[in-house]
Every structure is written in C-alpha cells, then in structure tokens.
C-alpha cells in the first residue's frame, strides 16, 4: 500500500479537476477533491452557466416584439427580474449536486475546504488536517480583477451579479472584453441604461476586427453607451443610495449598479505553491509544460489558473489529458491550434482560426470571402440588424484558416464549421457542398 493518503488530490472543483478527478478514479486512482465553495466551479456556478441562462431569459425582450409581426397578439410583457433570478440558481443548486453525485459514483472523496499546499506531496485543510497525495493538481481557475481605484468596493464582480436584488435601472459595464460585452446586451434588454466604459479604443481584442465592429455598431444603435479610452478615478455613493463614476477625462457618470469585467488572473494567492517550490509567472499563473506539470515533480496544473487558454472545453481537455497521461499510462497533450471562441452578446459572435489580420501578418497572400445580409427572420420583423459571415482563406494553398461570424446563433453554426476548419478543408470544399435552404448557415457554402 502508498504511504500516501491518496494518489490523486486535485485543489479546485472546476470544470478541469473534476473531470481530471473522474477519469484518474476510473484509471484505478484513489483520489480526493478540496473545493472550498461548490463543486462545478466558475463556469456552472457563477459563470458561462448561469450567464447563458440570463441571454435566454434577455432574449426574450425581442422575441416578443418580433412575435407581433408574425401575427401574434401579445399583449404588454412585463420583466420580473427575481423570478428568473431565483429559477437560474435553482439550475445552478440541480447542477452542483448532479457534479457532486458524479464524483461521488467515481469513489472520489470531496473535502468541502480550503487547502494550502505545504509541501510537495502535502496539504493542509482549513480546518487543520494535514493529507498527503503522490500527485497533487492545481485546478483553482481565476478570479475576477478588480480596478485599484477608491470606491471600487462598491462595485460587483461576474461572480456577484448574479445575485443582486433587484434589476437596475442604470448600469455602467467596466471593460471591453467578453464578459463586459455579454452583461451589456443582457442588461440592455432587461430594460437598463447601460453604459460601457473601457480603457482602450476597442472591444473584444482578439476577434476579427470586422465582426468586433459589427457588434458595436448593433450595440450603439440599440442604445447601449461607450466610452473609451477612459481610466477610473473613484466611485461615491450619492445620496440616493446611486453611485458616481468619476473618470480622469470627461463627464461623471451615475448609475445604480456598477459591474466590473476587467479580466481575470489565475487564482494562486494563499495556495502556498510558491513555498513549495512551485515556479509562478508574473500574473500569478502556474508554468507547466505540454504534460501540465509544474517545476515540482509531483504537481501539475491544469485550466485558468495556468493561463493558457481560459476557456472551459479547455480546461476539461487539461483535466482529462493529465489523467490519462499521469494515471493511464496513455501520454496524451492538447492541441491549442485552432480553438473555437464565441461572445455570447446581443447578436452574438463567434470564431475559429485566424483574423484576417493575423493571416495577413503569418501567410502574407490571403482572400477574404463575406456575406453581409439580413436574417430572414429579422426581415419580417422589420428588424433592419444584420449578420455578418467572413471567412479567410490561404491564397497559396486555398485552405481555409479563419471563420467570422456575427448573427442570430452564429456560435451554433460555428461549432460545426469548426470542423471543417480544424481539418483544413479547402475554399473548393465548402463550394462544392450543397446549401441547405433556407437557412443562415448556407451562407458558408455560398461565399463569392
């Protein structure tokens, strides 16, 4: 028998350290999880789930609009904020105990605690016991950053919006990335002023630069406020009970609920890894090679806390590459080329491969296809939004290496072009497929 109390303790319930934990237990690990908040993590407990959620229930909004010029008599719609509020945690509760029970058929132990790494091969819980393991994973994800700026207390965080009381009237959005783009469209439609302030000139840095744009303009003719390149000076409580947004440049700016969607950095503080030897980059994320291990022989790292790639198929593909390589004796890396991405905003967008920009600058000699139309949806519902295909092509090889796209379920569509993308399907291959009419989705075989 090991002299160890398990061979497999993994810090963090997430998406990546359960099924990390899952599949180790299923090579014959015994193995044990210490998550001190709720096992799911933050994307089904306070992330892309619940989020999803919220863009359906804001979906709404506009359906019911449209609905009357498809002949249906609907009549004045009213929005209870705390009925979906209360429903989307209610998922959450089903899906934290459905992720509790699925490791509990594995034979996985869950400690419901903190724990502080002190050694290579050794934890401690928060409540005082001490537990060994030959392998220890780091699986702890990231944290939301908030702004250094006085007031900035009185903010909340994605990991707190979900919770608020009451539906604001008056919302300001501090950032420019996904999460800041995402809250916008769903507050917008939940019937608020929102007001999205960013301290650069662009939004959603990393996707094509054409459908990033498209967004904004959909976004500023919905009525949703931008201000950018604008830095925080302080936030004060009104007398009201509002709050006052002073910038360093330009005009105040009230609201009744001020979200910040600043980033996120790996969640390592008080993990003790550092002291252990565990070598950390200057964000706080752990570096591990291409088998997700650390500079300590005997512990790995997988998802948002080492700062790859912080999406959650990520993760979940870590998890399960490290059990397998570690327990399965089947070696076993992720290929990061070529990951699908999407924003779930108002259109929403989506993307896989290489922007226009970045094929430009790494091929040199590119084509550019797109379809710039209107939904067929959106036309008889006099809605005059319209939807954005790109997609760009190697010149020399006619391969195609990036897809764009904005539009009425532009991520669902992409997930399947993905395909295609990740196999190096030529331009002549999506040519030579026939359209499914009608249909958005023929628009990828029918680009000129």
Known sequence: ???????????????????????????????????????????????????????????????LKDARRFGWNVSKCTFEWTVLRENVLAEVDRLNDLYRKNLFDHQVTVWDERATVVGPNEVVLAGGRQLTAKVILIATGATPVVPSVPGAELGITSNEVF???????????????????????????????????????????????????????????????????????????????SLRVHLKDGEPVDCDQLLFATGRRPNTAGLGLEAAGVVLDGQGAVRVDEHNRSSVDSIYAVGDVTNRVQLTPVAIREGHAFADTVFGGNPRTVDYRCIPSAVFSHPPLAGVGLTEA????????????????????????????????????????????????????????????????KAGLTKQDFDDTVALHPSMAEELVLLK
Do not use: W
Not at 12 to 24: D, E, N, P, Y
Not at 164 to 175: F, L, N, S
């Open 163 to 241: 919770h608020i009381e009451h539906a604001p009237r008056r919302v300001v959005i501090a950032g420019g990335g996904y999460i800041a783009n995402e809250f916008a469209g769903i507050f917008h439609e939940f019937g608020a002023q929102v007001t999205l302030v960013n301290r650069s000139d662009q939004i959603l840095r990393g996707y094509d630069e054409t459908v990033r744009d498209r967004l904004l303009q959909i976004s500023q003719n919905k009525g949703i406020q931008f201000r950018f390149n604008a830095a925080f000076e302080r936030i004060a409580r009104q007398a009201d009970g």
């Open 1 to 63: 028998m090991s002299s160890f109390n398990y061979d497999l303790l993994v810090i963090g319930a997430g998406s990546g350290g359960v099924r990390a934990a899952r599949i180790a237990a299923g090579h014959g690990a015994r193995v044990a999880v210490a998550e001190e908040h709720r096992v799911g993590g933050t994307c089904v407990i306070r992330g892309c789930v619940p989020k999803k959620l919220l863009v359906y229930g804001a979906h709404f909004a506009e359906d």
């Open 358 to 421: 970045q094929a430009r600058e790494q091929l040199g000699s590119v084509r550019v296809y797109t379809s710039d139309f209107r939904p067929m949806k959106n036309v008889l519902a006099n809605r005059d939004e319209r939807a954005l295909y790109k997609m760009v092509v190697d010149a020399d090889t006619d391969r195609v290496v990036g897809l764009h796209m904005i539009g009425p379920d532009a991520p669902e569509i992409l997930q399947a072009a993905a395909v295609a993308v």
